[in-house]
């Protein structure tokens, strides 16, 4: 078995060489030059959740290498808007300059909105995905989860919370993260299974835990990590009095929950077997990440 960061070092080569394709049959414009800088880098884990999600039902064609750029897209303009002056400000995103801070606020803006307008273009290709039914699915899925009842509405309640008088406790900071961060992992551990035509709830329960893990251990490197190795500025969030599992529960305590919760992910994938052992690894790999 190969090692899990080989494994997915492969995915995301898959992944990058898909999306090379869908941005190389784009006609030329002035904005392409900050999608390709938005997009550059980064691990492609949601991707490679659709990626081994498809793999475990045995599917092997190419129309999940496009749902994982799809989500790729999507989760590329979430953090360009993120990182916008009226958001969390932020001036370094993946080790290089974001986008308002390489161009200005209004390209920012307008490379967002291009970016979430691709990754559904991307989807509805009848090229990509050629089944009507599971394409529809897949789209409405995620419009639901990347918008108002997901992760815009999840965005919307963490600056609310940045900005309020009240303090959060730990049920609003699962409510925000669960949708902010725990909806686009759903649809993106989820999507293989639809793509295959098979039952996607094991998946969905493996992603309930394993979007908390990821979250709490975002925040815990928020505290610990190094911005040469995480790409992005640390120490932001008690910066900003930013309500997190960490200021709510305290380092040992979110570090605790966060093994619980990557059990529990592991836990929820025994009826696939040997089969979903990478996703297993990954569930473990994402709360002993350094970026």
């Known amino acids: 078995m190969k090692e899990f960061k080989d494994y997915l070092n492969d995915a995301r080569l898959k992944i990058n060489n898909c999306l090379e394709e869908v941005l190389s049959a784009i006609p030329?414009?002035?904005?392409?030059?900050?999608?390709?800088?938005?997009?550059?880098?980064?691990?492609?884990v949601r991707g490679f959740m659709v990626l081994e999600g498809a793999k475990i039902h045995g599917l092997e064609d190419k129309s999940p290498h496009y749902a994982a750029v799809a989500i790729e897209l999507l989760h590329a303009y979430s953090l360009v808007h993120d990182d916008l002056p009226c958001m969390d400000n932020d001036p370094l995103r993946r080790g290089k300059p974001t986008i308002h801070v390489k161009w200005d606020e209004m390209t920012a803006v307008l490379t967002g909105d291009a970016l979430l307008t691709l990754a559904?273009?991307?989807?509805?290709?009848?090229?990509?995905?050629?089944?009507?039914?599971?394409?529809?699915?897949?789209?409405?899925?995620?419009?639901?989860?990347?918008?108002?009842?997901?992760?815009?509405h999840g965005q919307f309640l963490d600056m609310v919370w940045d900005n309020s008088k009240t303090s959060a406790n730990t049920d609003d900071v699962a409510t925000i993260q669960s949708l902010k961060t725990g909806a686009i992992i759903g649809w993106s551990?989820?999507?293989?299974?639809?793509?295959?035509?098979?039952?996607?709830?094991?998946?969905?329960?493996?992603?309930?835990?394993?979007?908390?893990?990821?979250?709490?251990?975002?925040?815990?490197?928020?505290v610990r990590g190094?911005?040469?190795?995480?790409?992005?500025?640390?120490?932001?969030?008690?910066?900003?009095?930013k309500p997190t599992y960490v200021s709510k529960l305290g380092e040992i305590e979110a570090q605790r929950q966060a093994e619980q919760y990557v059990a529990n992910a592991i836990s929820s994938l025994d009826s696939?077997?040997?089969?979903?052992?990478?996703?297993?690894?990954?569930?473990?790999?994402s709360i002993n990440r350094n970026k």
């Open 28 to 44: 030329k414009n002035e904005l392409l030059p900050p999608i390709l800088h938005a997009v550059e880098g980064g691990k492609r």
């Open 120 to 152: 559904f273009q991307v989807l509805a290709n009848q090229n990509y995905i050629l089944d009507p039914s599971i394409k529809s699915q897949l789209i409405y899925d995620l419009t639901v989860c990347s918008g108002l009842q997901g992760m815009v």
């Open 226 to 241: 190094e911005t040469d190795v995480t790409g992005k500025n640390v120490g932001k969030d008690a910066g900003l009095g």
């Open 189 to 222: 551990c989820k999507a293989g299974a639809i793509l295959a035509g098979a039952d996607p709830q094991p998946l969905e329960r493996y992603a309930e835990n394993l979007g908390i893990a990821y979250q709490i251990s975002d925040d815990l490197l928020d």
């Open 272 to 285: 696939y077997g040997q089969k979903a052992e990478y996703l297993r690894e990954l569930a473990r790999y």
